[in-house]
């Protein structure tokens, strides 16, 4: 019997709209057998996300999505972690550090804006972020500011790159960041490779350490499914996927979970205990 298996959502602990416990409602109705929560930078979640889940009936893990940057595509990715250990030695003061380059960030961000004569101040978008910031608390200070009617509009205008408000992210290097999660005694992916570049761009993360890829992607065409998920059996690489949700009003509220094998869901499983 297949499962529905979802290894890549965010709550409101990062740039997601609902809070770990609606996501697990929603995982509910959605006949979703094992939730995963990846908020960038951030397991704060946690404790929400295992009460709701334990009132639920719901199988439900902590994972963690961190944000990388560097001068090319493939520095500029995001690694997943799971099977982590939060109380690893160090863990949670590098993701405070990476928390408070985000919001260093998020403050320049709010800079460049204004010199465009955009009336942001940091804390309209501070007031609408639970924990971790990123351009997606931007986007939503723009909406509420009546400059723009959705995320897509403010970063379509605002917020990639080479538009008139993008920063450079100031995250960890993909070499940090999988040291970091395997430190932690946990497993790390790439998310969405195809923001990575070509097979080289892949191999070299694969180099750095990399376990795993995200085969199965909300993004994905049927023939990148097909290409990655070739790749990651020619190098051994955990075969992980997920919606990457974010909640209502955010352009990423798709049904939670991908649907896998016994087979396939197996070595997941065993990498998640």
């Known amino acids: 019997m297949p499962r529905r298996v979802e290894l890549h959502c965010h709550s409101i602990f990062s740039d997601g709209t609902l809070t770990p416990a609606e996501l697990v409602s929603r995982a509910v109705k959605n006949g ?20 709701a889940a334990q009132a ?21 990715v995001h690694v997943l972690g799971y099977g982590i250990n939060p109380a ?9 550090e990476f928390r408070e380059r985000r919001t260093v960030r998020s403050k320049r961000i709010v800079e460049s804006l204004r010199a465009l004569g955009i009336a942001i101040e940091f804390d309209h978008v501070r007031s609408g972020a639970h924990e971790t910031l990123g351009r997606p608390h931007v986007a939503d200070a723009l909406r509420r ?9 403010a970063f379509e205008r605002f917020l990639i790159k080479g538009k008139p408000g993008y920063v450079e992210s100031m995250g960890p290097s993909p070499a940090e960041a999988i040291a970091l999660i395997r430190d932690a ?4 992916c790439l998310a969405h490779p195809q923001t990575a570049g070509k097979e080289i761009e892949l191999d070299a ?16 065409s049927a023939s990148q499914v097909r290409a990655y998920g070739d790749y990651a059996a020619s190098r051994g690489l955990l075969v992980v996927g997920g919606s990457d949700f ?28």
């Open 32 to 51: 979703v057998d094992l939730l995963t929560l990846t908020d960038h930078d951030s397991i704060s979640g946690g404790p929400d996300l295992f009460s």
């Open 56 to 76: 639920a009936g719901l199988d439900v893990r902590l994972g963690i999505e961190i944000n990388c940057a560097g001068e090319g595509a493939a520095d500029r």
């Open 145 to 153: 500011l009546g400059v723009v009617k959705s995320r897509k509009e």
């Open 205 to 220: 993360l694969l180099s750095s350490g990399l376990q795993g890829l995200e085969v199965y992607y909300s993004g994905h």
């Open 185 to 188: 005694g946990g497993t790390a």
């Open 88 to 96: 690893s030695a160090g863990f949670a003061e590098r993701l405070t």
């Open 246 to 273: 974010h909640g209502p009003g955010t352009g990423r509220e798709e049904r939670l979970g991908i649907e896998y094998s016994d087979e396939a869901a197996g070595p997941v499983l065993e990498r998640l205990q």
